[in-house]
């Protein structure tokens, strides 16, 4: 069974920076997409970046050169630097896996809240 532990997670004041981590139960993320999704209260939860099997990434647009996703060399883990955090940042992050063969929307950790104060 995926096991996906986040860490990282923190208060930071607007400008800071945070490295979230994922580690995963095994080198799960040389053979499924990983990525890391935002809640903030009261919206729903959405994809912040997301890093495939053959190192391609996607961002979201709120993002973009503002956060970089990347994985370890042994593909056990993923990371998510971010950079010139904003307060519409404040969310609880939660790291996914999605193995291609599978349906749904894959395996959650249990979430690292980030909050970014003004």
């Known amino acids: 069974q995926v096991q996906l532990v986040e860490s990282g997670g923190g208060l930071v004041q607007a400008g800071g920076s945070l490295r979230l981590s994922c580690a995963a139960s095994g080198s799960i993320f040389s053979i499924s997409t990983g990525g890391w999704y935002r809640q903030a209260p009261g919206k729903q939860r959405e994809l912040v970046a997301s890093?495939?099997?053959?190192?391609?990434?996607i961002y979201a647009d709120s993002v973009k050169d503002r956060f970089t996703i990347s994985r370890g060399n042994a593909k056990d883990t993923v990371f998510l630097q971010m950079d010139s955090l904003r307060p519409e940042d404040t969310a609880v992050y939660y790291c996914?896996?999605?193995?291609?063969?599978?349906?749904?929307?894959?395996?959650w950790g249990q979430g690292t809240q980030v909050t970014v104060s003004s």
């Open positions: 890093i495939a099997r053959d190192g391609s990434t």
């Open positions: 996914n896996s999605r193995f291609p063969w599978e349906p749904g929307t894959g395996h």
